[in-house]
C-alpha cells in the first residue's frame, strides 16, 4: 500500500521557538494534503488542507499565521508552528491522497513538545 | 460534510466476531464510507472502504443497508492485538474530499 512518512518522529522544542515538521508521500504523487492535531485520548481536529502548489486551506479556529503549512511538491508538505507555545503541545498527523480516490494514507504522526 | 455517529467504546472477547455501527443520516450521494483503526501514538490504518452493500477484504467486512444511511464494520475473531480506536468517516471527491472524524469507538478485547 501507499507511505507516508513523517519527520520527525517526535520534537522537543523550546517555548517562542519555531518547530518545522515533514510529511513525505513515498510511492505517490500526493495532490492532497492533510493536516490533523490530535490531543490525548481524543480524536484527530482536521487543521487544513493543502493541494500542490497552491495556498492551504485552514478549518475556521486555526491560525494560519501560526501553522504554516507548505506542500512545494507532490510529495511533500510541511507544517511549521511557529512562535510555539506549551499549549501547542499535541500529535501532528499528516494524510495525503492521490485524488484518483476518496482514501488518505495517513503517516504515523509527530509529538511535539513544548516547554 | 455527513456527521457520524458510533458508540463510544465496546468490549469484546478473544476469538469473538465485533460489529461496530456507524449512523450517517446526512450522506450525500456522492460519499463513500471508510474505517480506520488507530493505536496510541500511531497515525489512523486505512481497513476498509465501500459504496454500497457488502464489502469484504482480508481483514474485515462492512455492510452497507440500501439506505446508505448506516454501515457496520465487521471484525471476525478479534485478538488482543486489535484493541484499538476505529473511526467512520463519510467523504466524497467533491470539493477535495476533506473528513472530518468523529469521537471513534474504542475497543477493548480481553482474554
Known amino acids: 500500500g501507499a507511505v507516508v512518512s513523517q519527520h520527525p518522529s517526535w520534537v522537543i522544542c523550546k517555548s517562542g521557538t519555531s518547530v518545522k515538521i515533514e510529511c513525505r508521500s513515498l510511492?505517490?504523487?500526493?495532490?492532497?494534503m492533510f493536516w490533523y492535531r490530535q490531543f490525548p485520548k481524543q480524536s484527530l481536529m482536521l487543521m487544513a488542507t493543502?493541494?500542490?502548489?497552491?495556498?492551504?486551506?485552514?478549518e475556521q479556529g486555526v491560525e494560519k499565521d501560526k501553522f504554516l503549512i507548505n506542500h512545494a511538491s507532490l510529495t511533500l508538505s510541511t507544517l511549521t508552528v511557529t512562535s510555539a507555545h506549551p499549549e501547542d503541545s499535541s500529535f501532528y498527523i499528516c494524510?495525503?491522497?492521490?485524488?484518483?480516490?476518496?482514501?488518505?494514507?495517513f503517516g504515523p504522526g509527530t509529538r511535539l513538545t513544548v516547554t | 460534510l455527513a456527521k457520524t455517529t458510533q458508540p463510544i467504546s465496546m468490549d469484546s472477547y478473544e476469538g469473538q466476531e465485533v460489529n461496530i455501527t456507524c449512523s450517517h443520516n446526512?450522506?450525500?450521494?456522492?460519499?463513500?464510507i471508510t474505517w480506520y483503526q488507530q493505536f496510541p501514538s500511531q497515525g489512523p490504518r486505512f481497513i476498509i472502504q465501500?459504496?454500497?452493500t457488502k464489502v469484504t477484504n482480508e481483514v474485515a467486512s462492512l455492510f452497507i443497508p440500501a439506505d446508505r444511511k448506516s454501515s457496520t464494520l465487521s471484525l471476525p475473531r478479534v485478538s488482543l492485538s486489535d484493541t484499538a480506536v476505529y473511526y467512520c468517516?463519510?467523504?466524497?471527491?467533491?470539493?477535495?474530499?476533506?473528513?472530518?472524524f468523529g469521537a471513534g469507538t474504542r475497543l477493548f478485547v480481553k482474554a
Open positions: 494524510s495525503a491522497s492521490a485524488g484518483t480516490g476518496v482514501e488518505q494514507y
Open positions: 446526512n450522506i450525500a450521494t456522492n460519499d463513500y
Open positions: 493543502s493541494n500542490e502548489g497552491s495556498k492551504a486551506t485552514y
Open positions: 465501500g459504496y454500497k
Open positions: 510511492d505517490f504523487q500526493a495532490t492532497t
Open positions: 468517516l463519510v467523504g466524497g471527491n467533491t470539493g477535495g474530499f476533506k473528513t472530518i
